[in-house]
């Protein structure tokens, strides 16, 4: 099943859209690494749709994309596991909403 994100093994996913997008992704990784978050990064070779669906049929909560825009705006687009698309918002922003969700044990309301 689904877990709720507070309990969920892995928390975020990281998808960078391509090669270039990687470093600015580990740098975010570390970041919600340090914020006590459960996070890994997917940059294998699949498209980016592929990334997203593997993601969510393993139920993890969060995926981060990251391309072109996000890395120039130290940002992050923001997808659900239930397929939602919250959009773009900083790293800080995704950072304190999500830390709050995980500190009141909630499902999501981000």
Known sequence: GAFPVWLAPVQVRLIPIADRHVPFARQVLERLKAAGLRVEMDDGGDRMNAKIR??????????????????????????????????AMTVDAFLER???????RE????
């Not at 593997?54 to 969060?62: G, R, S």
């Not at 499902?107 to 981000?110: A, K, T, V």
């Open 54 to 87: 593997n993601a969510q049929l393993q139920k993890i909560p969060y995926m981060l994309v990251i391309g072109d825009r996000e890395a120039e705006t130290d940002s992050v687009s923001v997808r659900l596991r239930t397929n939602e698309n919250l959009g």
């Open 107 to 110: 499902n999501y309301s981000l």
């Open 98 to 104: 999500i830390t709050g969700v995980v500190d009141r």
